[in-house]
């Protein structure tokens, strides 16, 4: 059960680092409006999926702040890695 658990939040984090990173190449807006829509949701729903995501949304208002542009990649790629890398399913010691 927890290598089943272990590789569905890997795969759920790579897969929101991914729409992530292609948002920022592609369309910079689907951010900003994923952003709007998180913070219209009421004060529960936002700490539950806040905790559930919290990497991601961590990303997503670092990137909504006024830092500048490199300072806010250098955090965003950084925290994507870090996540990826801390998810990443392994091998259960006996």
Same mark, same amino acid.
Request: charged letters at 10%.
């Given at each position: 059960?927890? %290598?089943?658990? +272990?590789? @569905? @939040?890997f795969?759920i984090?790579?897969?929101? =680092?991914?729409?992530?990173?292609?948002?920022?190449?592609?369309?910079? *807006?689907? /951010?900003? +409006?994923? $952003?709007?829509?998180?913070?219209?949701?009421?004060?529960?729903?936002?700490?539950?999926?806040?905790? /559930?995501?919290?990497?991601?949304?961590?990303?997503? $208002?670092? =990137?909504? *702040? +006024? =830092?500048?542009? =490199?300072?806010? /990649?250098?955090?965003?790629? *950084? /925290?994507?890695?870090?996540?990826?890398?801390?998810?990443?399913?392994?091998?259960? %010691? @006996?």
């Amino acid at each position: 059960m927890n %290598k089943i658990v +272990s590789v @569905a @939040a890997f795969a759920i984090f790579t897969v929101l =680092w991914i729409a992530f990173g292609a948002a920022l190449i592609f369309d910079r *807006s689907i /951010l900003d +409006s994923v $952003w709007q829509s998180f913070r219209g949701f009421p004060a529960i729903i936002q700490v539950v999926v806040g905790l /559930l995501v919290l990497p991601v949304t961590l990303g997503l $208002w670092i =990137w909504e *702040s +006024s =830092w500048s542009l =490199w300072l806010r /990649l250098v955090l965003v790629i *950084s /925290l994507a890695l870090t996540t990826v890398i801390v998810f990443f399913p392994r091998r259960q %010691k @006996a």
